[in-house]
Every structure is written in C-alpha cells, then in structure tokens.
C-alpha cells in the first residue's frame, strides 16, 4: 500500500501537497485521526467526529497547540511501476490548460510539471501499474548513476516533439526529486565553484539528497540568502503570476503542481490557521516551487520576499509556512483566522506555547539588533559573509551530523493486512 499526499516540507503540521494532491487534496486530508498530547500534559485522540474543533485546528498548527505522537492515513493501492508521460507545452496557458484536461482523466494517479521558462515546460502524468508494455523503456532515479529527474526530462522532450513516456519503479518515482532536492543542488556546485555534470554528480551523490542538503543549507546560513518558498495560486492568475516571477525572481525551472482545495474525505479537514476557503475560491491551485538565490544585500533579500508574499495575497493564493515567512503581524493575522485560533489555543490550555506566528516570522528588526551589539558579534557576521566560509561550514556540520549516511529511500511503502 501507499501514503497518498506524502511530501518533503509539510504533514500534518503544514499544508503539503505533491503530485497526488490533485485527487486527494492536501496531506492533511488524508488523516483519519490524530493522538495529541496537550500542551497541559493530556493526551486526547481526535477526528472529524471526535473532538473535531481539536482535529481541524491542529492542521497546519506547527504544535502549536500540542504534539502529535501518532495519527492514522488513509492508503491507496501501490504498484511495482509509474508509466510516467511527459507532454511538453509551450506557455503557462497551455500548461493550465493540460492539467485540467489530465485531471478529468480517471485513469491518472499522478500530476505535475516543471517549467524550464515562461515558454517551455513539461507536464507530468503518471498512472500506476504493474505490467510494462512492449517497448516502454524503464529509468530509475535513486542510484548514483541515474540522472537528476529535472535533466533527465528536459532532455527526453528535446528529442522529440511528441509526448514521450517511460516506466518509472514506484519508489524511484516517489523520490525521483530527492536527489538534488528537485534542481536546487546545481546551486551547490556553483558555490563551490564545481562543474556541473554527470560525473562530478554521481562523484558527490552521497551530499546531494535533500535531507543533506537542506541541513547543511540551514547550518550555513545560507537560507538567508536563497529563495526557498512554496506558494499555490488560482488557475486563473498562474500566467500572471510567472510573469511577475519572470521580471522579479528570474530564476528557472519552477516546479508546478495542482492542488485539490477539498479532500476525499465527507468533511475535509484545515486547521483555523489555514481558513476555511470561502465559498465563492476555486477548488483547485496551481502551486509553484520557488527556489533560488536572491539578492546578497540583506534588504533587498528581504523585500524581494515581501513583494513574492503580497503577489501571492494578491492574486487570492496561500503560502506554506515551512518557508521563511516576512509578513507583519498584522499582515499574517490578517490572512489567518486568529479569533478562532487563539480561542482553540485557549481551550485546550496552549497559550503559553508560542504562537504560529512567533514560530514561522523571521525578526529582521532583531537580527539586525544583534549585529550593532557587539563588535564581536559584527565582526563575525562580517566574518560568516566571506565566501565559502559558511559553505564549507554547511558541509561539515551536515556530514558530523552523519545525514549523509542514513538511508535515503525512506519506506514509504507498506503491506497491507490482505497481503499477509
């Protein structure tokens, strides 16, 4: 069996989707119910019929509220492979316009995309199964020496004009984007002033997954000064939205991915945190993986962040909070539900807890504070921003912490009873 919805940078704690969302709705859809241990100590179970205010509340809830110690997930049936097509499309548009077609096909099981520019992209479709036919080539993604996904696909649409399809073994599929955490790995290699190629990336394999790399990004510093935002927009403002990217953020590719708003569930859930869509919001967002450098002046990092999250107000999308959030207090409660948030965190004895937004707001104010301290403390900000001083930093930190040597195909999938 399969975990539908399962994706890096989310759970039950954050909204999350990937290539599946477009069926099942966010992941936190696809819970059943959740064991919670109270921030007074007591320890409560909750569903959709069972303390349901608890339930929905804790959605998105980044523990604030309590922490989760075990849940249960609605499965759906595996396959031993994803026959994987990729259909090129040549504008924002057209891209649309093939998700939707795709999704009123029932036969798909998976849906995504990656754009390349504003004007070439390829859209994703897989569907489970476990024969192969004649003449469907198998890749795989998770060995060494098999190519990053993002490459291997720009290069299979150029050979051709048509759609071109392969089989991919399901666990390769499911982590077909862990190495090179989906392209932002390319950006290592420029740091460190390394080529880029086939050899030097099966060579530095073992710091290339996202788990490695994602440490060594935060120990370094270095999120400081990339773009690492997931944010979902209406179908109708996706084209003007890669516009805006295109003039501001620049940077290519960018994964897209729809989203289904509502989940499989009679009553789906979503925290107080993330509001309850309006009864007039589309059923289905185009989310957009945002990741790559921004500007080195630490203003202007900031405000190309700020301007990214009052686009996507703008346009009536969401952003997830994994990410580095900027908004004023004002700005993020004026997105979110906090009477109702405050009054659940009040009812279950939370409000010592910090606040979901103490817990995701970045505090350029007190950074900044901390720096005119000190001279010590200048001095080694001044320090750190020499190259490739907090790289080399990132790198280490990640390979003592041993990540490089835990198994990088988590086992996401499971037998079910009947199998037994």
Not at 195 to 222: C, K
Not at 240 to 250: G, I, R
Not at 348 to 356: D, K, Q
């Amino acid at each position: 069996m399969e975990f539908p919805g399962i994706t890096v940078g989310g759970g039950f704690s954050g909204t999350a989707g990937e290539s599946s969302s477009f069926r099942y709705g966010f992941f936190e859809r696809t819970v059943n119910w959740i064991q919670i241990v109270l921030a007074d100590g007591k320890i409560v179970n909750a569903s959709k019929t069972d303390v349901p205010d608890l339930f929905h509340g804790a959605a998105s809830s980044f523990g604030t509220l309590g922490v989760i110690t075990l849940l249960e997930l609605q499965l759906v049936e595996a396959a031993a492979y994803v026959e994987l097509t990729y259909h090129p499309v040549q504008s924002v548009s057209e891209a649309v316009k093939k998700v939707e077609d795709l999704t009123a096909d029932s036969t798909v099981d998976y849906l995504d995309g990656i754009l390349y520019s504003k004007d070439h992209g390829v859209i994703c479709v897989g569907r489970k199964t476990n024969t192969l036919k004649a003449g469907v080539h198998v890749q795989q993604f998770t060995r060494a020496a098999d190519p990053w996904f993002y490459i291997h696909v720009q290069r299979s649409v150029a050979k051709g004009r048509g759609p071109i399809t392969e089989a991919v073994p399901l666990v390769d599929y499911l982590f077909r984007y862990d190495r090179g955490g989906f392209w932002v790995g390319k950006y290592a290699f420029r740091y460190f002033v390394t080529p880029f190629n086939r050899i030097t990336r099966w060579i530095l394999d073992y710091f290339m997954h996202t788990r490695v790399m994602y440490h060594a990004l935060h120990e370094s510093g270095q999120s400081n000064i990339y773009i690492i935002q997931d944010v979902a927009v209406p179908y109708s403002a996706a084209e003007e939205f890669v516009e805006y990217l295109e003039a501001d953020f620049t940077h290519y590719p960018l994964w897209v991915c729809p989203l289904k708003q509502t989940g499989q569930a009679d009553i789906s859930t979503e925290g107080v945190v993330a509001e309850r869509p309006a009864p007039y919001a589309p059923e289905m967002l185009m989310n957009f993986g945002v990741w790559g450098p921004g500007p080195k002046g630490r203003q202007q990092f900031v405000d190309m962040n700020r301007r990214l999250e009052r686009k996507v107000d703008s346009l009536g999308g969401k952003k997830w909070l994994y990410a580095q959030a900027y908004y004023t207090e004002e700005e993020f409660w004026t997105i979110h539900n906090r009477r109702d948030y405050d009054a659940l965190r009040t009812k279950y004895h939370a409000t010592h807890l910090p606040s979901i937004y103490d817990k995701v707001k970045v505090d350029v104010a007190a950074e900044q504070q901390a720096i005119n301290a000190s001279w010590t403390t200048w001095l080694l900000a001044l320090c750190w921003s020499i190259w490739p001083l907090s790289g080399i930093y990132g790198v280490l930190m990640a390979t003592i912490g041993g990540d490089y040597l835990l198994p990088r195909k988590p086992a996401l999938l499971v037998k079910s009873n009947r199998d037994e």
